[in-house]
């Protein structure tokens, strides 16, 4: 795994699952897999961050806002990051319109349609670029252009399952903040964390549990990397 570099934000992966490890169901529902303390905890750390990042499929699926939102309002709302190599984010998704609440940054690949970035940045989002990799956007040059460009020194990575194992292989997780609720989903739910492409045990990445709580009927692990 590659050691921090400075070039990079600190980098959280937040991730609500069944106990089995599946973030939704096989056609894809995850609303809501853990109850209301446990959500109410994750608009808490989305707070507590610069930027809040998600998968193009997740956007597509899930149509998320993204934002925070608790009884009191944050300070600043985070920058809300999809990774978007071809630009499938609708411009009628709730990303699109709650920009009056919060900021947008879709990062697409260097060969996307450069008239839906127009179209979309128009619109009011901010479209940038970055180079594709083995496994969608080079997560190295992403992370670079959120530190470097967008100030983002904080990121908090919300899923799904394929960003959440492409980051993880790329050693960029710094801490992860799991949420576990008491039901089972199956073999057939969409697995939490994607393919690792692991060669030996010896390869996995590994992290040391720094706090478990109960939250309402959820429990919410804290885990920081072992470097
Ligand atoms: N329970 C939870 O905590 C939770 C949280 C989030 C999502 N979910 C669920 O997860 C499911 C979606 O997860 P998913 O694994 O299918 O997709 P995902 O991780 O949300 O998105 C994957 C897509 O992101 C784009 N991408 C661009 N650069 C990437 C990179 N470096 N690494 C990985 N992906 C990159 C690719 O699409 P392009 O090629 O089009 O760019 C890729 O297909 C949904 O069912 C959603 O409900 C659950």
Redesign the pocket.
Known sequence: MNARSTSRPHVTLK???SLDGR??TAS?E?RW?TGEEARTAVHRLRAEHDGVL?????AV??DPELTVRLETAPVRQPLRIV????L?VSPSSRLMKTLAIAPLLIVAARDADRTLAAQLESAGARVDFAPR?L???E?DDVLALLKDTHAVDRLLI???????A?CLAAGCIDRIEWFRAPILLGAEG?AGI?PLALKSLADAPRFARVAVREVGPDLWESYERIS
Request: hydrophobic share 35%; net charge negative.
């Open positions: 991730i609500a699952t973030i939704a894809g995850s897999i998600i998968g193009a499929e997740t699926v899930d990774l978007d190599s071809r499938r990799g496994d969608g956007l997560l919300e899923g799904g399952g394929r960003v959440a492409s969409r994607g």
